[in-house]
């Protein structure tokens, strides 16, 4: 029983931690400006570049961002119902991990006008990589469970 609270609390608090995300997220949209700004002035390639490849970057690059942070959400709201290995959480992981490769591909590509972005680049792929892990794990799980289900 002291488990299965302890369980609850954390998955609580991911979801919430989830939802401050997303909220960071839309702060940063919102400060967009002022944040390019400071890196305009702070660095002399990103001025040379100007601000637009860096909104198109932080705007472009949002998108996957926030889709990852609500497949996340919708992943621990199953897991708090108890639906843990189903083949709907195999589903959304495997489109975080498509997402954090679409992540990578658009900072790598940010990388050619500032190469700051490349490190951001390299940690998305690691992320999709040790999701699409994760994956494979729960998937094998459910065929496990499947074949257990079927014998008599």
């Known amino acids: ?17 989830t939802i401050m995300l997303m909220g960071a ?5 919102f400060l967009s400006p002022q944040i390019i700004e ?4 702070r660095s002399t390639n990103a001025y040379a570049v100007g601000a637009t490849l860096f909104f198109i970057t932080f705007f472009v690059g949002a998108i996957p961002v926030a889709a990852i942070l609500v497949i996340m959400y919708l992943l621990l709201h199953r897991i708090s119902k108890g639906e843990v290995f189903v083949k709907k959480n195999v589903t959304y992981l495997k489109f975080m991990s498509l997402l954090f490769h ?7 590509l940010s990388g050619i006008y500032y190469g700051p ?25 459910i ?9 008599i």
């Open 1 to 17: 029983m002291k488990n299965d609270n302890r369980q609850n609390e954390t998955l609580l608090v991911s979801k919430v931690f």
């Open 25 to 29: 997220l839309v702060i940063i949209l």
């Open 38 to 41: 400071f890196l305009l002035i």
């Open 102 to 108: 679409i992540g990578a591909i658009i900072s790598f």
């Open 117 to 141: 972005w490349v490190p951001i680049g390299v940690a998305a792929i690691f992320m999709a990589l040790v999701i699409r892990v994760i994956k494979n794990v729960i998937e094998k799980a």
């Open 143 to 151: 065929s496990l469970q499947d074949d257990v289900d079927h014998t």
